[in-house]
């Protein structure tokens, strides 16, 4: 940070003199809702403008700021940059306005062209060659995601020593089945691709009427992931209609594409996010006291046992039948009552954050 940051004595001051030697010394400042992260945003009023606080600590805004540039280079719609300050981690960025996918979903507007923009966005970002200096997606970071099933939701069912007993052979027989995805440097994969994250912007042609947020976490790896994260949304149903009609939008477009691999890896990687996402969900809920989460879980569990069913996850389906009972039902209600008492207290000295019960 900054010296002349790093002296002032709370976050607000720091913030506000960051504002003012951006030209901003005179502004309200109006909070927006938190999400899943220890990033905050606040809407500089009349100004069209957002300011970004993410704290460096945990969650340093270099990366941000890399892919925005990457992602402005190839005509599309990151946040314009407007002041900077990587070791203070605040950023004074374009504000987007109010229209996420979702709030316009919610609204009544035609979810089809929303969706094909999005596809046609993925399409435009696929293209391009993939960037050398951002990090892979790569079969370690693909195991760090889906331990988060065995690690947080199933200790849920069967209780977190048995759990734990568990672990190595759940990952080996996941890792068997997504041996060759984590191999994959296609695309720059953006790894929240959905309907929260995504604006349509007015006046905008073509993907840059398609507004990013949400994508400092990219990496480099399979071409598949997005476009599964999009219609594999943990928050509200896509037909199966509209989502194999995406599907062949998607591939029609890149018609040198190997479909066949390409839906392999979907849906190899549609089982490893949703593993991930409900162990997210119920680690939110339990650790962090984000309980609007659960509301997630039925839908993204189903997503999961849909996943599953794809051949070259039979042995792991058929160990969870064996070893955990119940893993394909929803959570009952006491269990989810158990989650909101909020802080839920980990077992000390574990490496994977494992709940107490």
């Not at 041996?179 to 006046?203: I, S």
């Not at 994508?215 to 928050?235: C, K, N, P, V």
């Amino acid at each position: 940070m900054t010296d002349a940051l790093a002296s002032l004595p709370t976050r607000e001051a720091q913030r506000a003199t960051f504002l003012a030697r951006a030209g901003h010394a005179v502004t309200t400042l109006i909070a927006l809702p938190a999400d899943a992260s220890s990033r905050r945003y606040f809407r500089l009023e009349g100004a069209g403008l957002l300011l970004m606080d993410s704290p460096p600590h945990s969650e340093p805004i270099g990366p941000f700021v890399q892919i925005a540039r990457q992602l402005q280079a190839l005509g599309l719609s990151a946040p314009a940059l407007l002041a900077v300050d990587e070791a203070a981690g605040l950023a004074l960025i374009e504000d987007f306005g109010h229209d996420t996918y979702t709030r316009l979903l919610a609204a009544g507007h035609g979810e089809a062209p929303l969706y094909q923009l999005a596809v046609d966005t993925l399409v435009a970002l696929h293209g391009a060659a993939p960037a050398t200096d951002v990090a892979p997606y790569d079969a370690e970071r693909l195991a760090d995601e889906y331990a988060l099933f065995i690690d947080w939701y199933v200790p849920l069912l069967i209780g977190k020593d048995a759990a734990l007993a568990l672990r190595d052979e759940y990952l080996s027989l996941f890792a068997d089945a997504c041996r060759d995805v984590g191999k994959r440097r296609e695309a720059l994969v953006l790894r929240d691709f959905h309907v929260d994250n995504l604006m349509l912007l007015p006046g905008r042609e073509g993907v840059a009427a398609c507004g990013l947020l949400d994508f400092q976490d990219a990496l480099i790896g399979a071409a598949a992931y997005d476009l599964m994260s999009l219609l594999e949304d943990a928050r509200r149903d896509v037909p199966d209609a509209l989502r194999a009609e995406l599907i062949t939008r998607y591939l029609t477009q890149r018609p040198t594409f190997d479909a066949l691999r390409f839906l392999e890896d979907y849906r190899c990687l549609a089982a490893q996010r949703h593993a991930k996402v409900l162990g997210i969900f119920v680690r939110l809920a339990g650790r962090d006291g984000k309980h609007g989460y659960l509301a997630h879980l039925p839908r993204t569990l189903g997503l999961f046992v849909r996943a599953l069913q794809a051949e070259a996850f039979a042995p792991l389906r058929e160990w969870l039948d064996r070893h955990v009972p119940g893993w394909h039902d929803e959570l009952p209600a006491e269990t989810l009552a158990m989650l909101r008492q909020t802080p839920y207290r980990l077992v000390q000295g574990s490496s994977h954050g494992h709940l107490q019960h």
